[in-house]
């Protein structure tokens, strides 16, 4: 099985910071990579599917890039809406084991 | 806008089969360009991908390696629902468990989710 590695597991940042989320594959996956936010007692919500595809009604402060085995998330200006824990995933496969985003 | 409503008992003895059924409403589990998911989540576990089925001329499944020998999903199209069953059950298997869809059209994954069950395994 393919593992995927997220880091940091958590992270605390200011209203307005630029945030990076890392995911890295064990094995190349091409482009199959999706992101999803989740906030307690909530089913994950989709913000990006293979690497860097905005999902609809996402906000556009959200993107994603990478190719192969390494990947990553950005906000581009954190909002305090945006505290959740985000998680990658290989498409149909391994989920990473998220990271925890907090304001500071 | 597609719905995802699950039901299913939230208890569950040792070494018995656990039964969740998934709802659709605003799409069809016949489509051509949708795929139905199930997957776990668990503190100890994290999100686990279970499985997913989906209809192209005839139905098709797949399934996590590590669950093979223990798992079904499977479709009721008179229902426009589809189905988990998991077999022999442990309390390792305790969880939320969520139905999703895919969207082949667009290519997102897991788009649309149900609202969860816990299911507990004890005896």
């Known amino acids: 099985d393919v593992q995927m590695t997220q880091s940091p597991s958590s992270l605390s940042a200011s209203v307005g910071d630029r945030v990076t989320i890392t995911c890295r594959a064990s094995q190349s996956i091409s482009r199959y990579l999706n992101w999803y936010q989740q906030k307690p007692g909530k089913a994950p919500r989709l913000l990006i599917y293979a690497t860097s595809n905005l999902q609809s009604g996402v906000p556009s402060r959200f993107s994603g890039s990478g190719s192969g085995t390494d990947f990553s998330l950005t906000i581009s200006r954190l909002q305090p809406e945006d505290i959740a824990t985000y998680y990658c995933q290989q498409s149909h496969g391994t989920f990473g084991g998220g990271t925890k985003v907090e304001i500071k | 806008q597609v719905q995802l409503q699950q039901s299913g008992p939230g208890l569950v003895r040792p070494s018995q089969t656990l039964s969740i059924a998934c709802v659709i409403s605003?799409?069809?589990?016949?489509?051509?360009?949708?795929?139905w998911n199930w997957i776990r989540q668990s503190p100890s576990r994290g999100l686990e991908w279970l499985g997913r089925?989906?209809?192209?001329?005839?139905?098709?499944?797949e399934y996590a390696e590590s669950l093979k020998s223990r798992i079904i999903i499977n479709a009721d199209s008179s229902k426009n629902q589809f189905s988990l069953q998991l077999s022999s059950v442990t309390p390792e298997d305790t969880a939320v468990y969520y139905c999703?869809?895919?969207?082949?059209?667009?290519?997102?994954?897991?788009?649309?989710w149900g609202q969860g069950t816990l299911v507990t395994v004890s005896s």
């Open positions: 605003g799409d069809s589990v016949s489509s051509n360009s949708a795929a």
């Open positions: 999703a869809r895919d969207d082949f059209t667009s290519g997102a994954t897991l788009d649309y």
């Open positions: 089925t989906y209809f192209r001329s005839k139905w098709y499944s």
